[in-house]
T-cell receptor
Framework: SQQGEEDPQALSIQEGENATMNCSYKTSINNLQWYRQNSGRGLVHLILIRSNEREKHSGRLRVTLDTSKKSSSLLITASRAADTASYFCAMNTGNQFYFGTGTSLTVIP | NAGVTQTPKFQVLKTGQSMTLQCAQDMNHEYMSWYRQDPGMGLRLIHYSVGAGITDQGEVPNGYNVSRSTTEDFPLRLLSAAPSQTSVYFC???????????FGEGSRLTVL
């Protein structure tokens, strides 16, 4: 399987704290994307980082990519209760996407 | 724009029955794809299409058929449902290139 692995599987933090989730993958990629999924809903795109980029920011999100280690991390700063959701990394190899197993984030008000 | 629309949202089948999950998008996206999501497994690609008349297999294609006769529609067919196909199915589309996927709200299928 080319699925990615994410850790931690579950993360519980207080509102205002930072949340970090990690993704490791096996295949060569064109880019790596992060998605968010609220319970019972479809996935929503958060941020995309290309294989030749090392770091990218978007609002409270910071993504890093290390292609030599085949790993990425997503940092959410100053978390809010509304950030409670599952987060998935997705490795894009062109026409195929391989998703990670997900991190379930709970932000306690 | 409605985005990506999936129907039905819920379906219960008996083993051996057939059905079609519908997916339509109004964003003129060339690329469309189907995924299944199982607990602890993330999403796995079933089939995808890069344009009308072109389809290809993903990671877990067995037991599923697809066709792409128009840019807008990409139905997923289960010819003889099995309990192992109990899952939540997601359709997603994107523009040509390596950009983001736009997802539907999902179809929850239970096979008894």
């Amino acid at each position: 399987s080319q699925q990615g692995e994410e850790d931690p599987q579950a993360l519980s933090i207080q509102e205002g704290e930072n949340a970090t989730m990690n993704c490791s993958y096996k295949t060569s990629i064109n880019n790596l994307q992060w998605y968010r999924q609220n319970s019972g809903r479809g996935l929503v795109h958060l941020i995309l980082i290309r294989s030749n980029e090392r770091e990218k920011h978007s609002g409270r999100l910071r993504v890093t990519l290390d292609t030599s280690k085949k790993s990425s991390s997503l940092l959410i700063t100053a978390s809010r209760a509304a950030d409670t959701a599952s987060y998935f990394c997705a490795m894009n190899t062109g026409n195929q996407f391989y998703f990670g197993t997900g991190t379930s984030l709970t932000v306690i008000p | 724009n409605a985005g990506v629309t999936q129907t039905p949202k819920f379906q219960v089948l008996k083993t051996g029955q057939s059905m079609t999950l519908q997916c339509a998008q109004d964003m003129n996206h060339e690329y469309m794809s189907w995924y299944r999501q199982d607990p602890g497994m993330g999403l796995r690609l079933i089939h995808y299409s890069v344009g009308a008349g072109i389809t290809d297999q993903g990671e877990v294609p067995n037991g599923y058929n697809v066709s792409r006769s128009t840019t807008e529609d990409f139905p997923l067919r289960l010819l003889s449902a099995a309990p192992s196909q109990t899952s939540v199915y997601f359709c997603a589309s994107r523009k040509t290139g390596n950009g983001e996927l736009f997802f539907g709200e999902g179809s929850r299928l239970t096979v008894l």
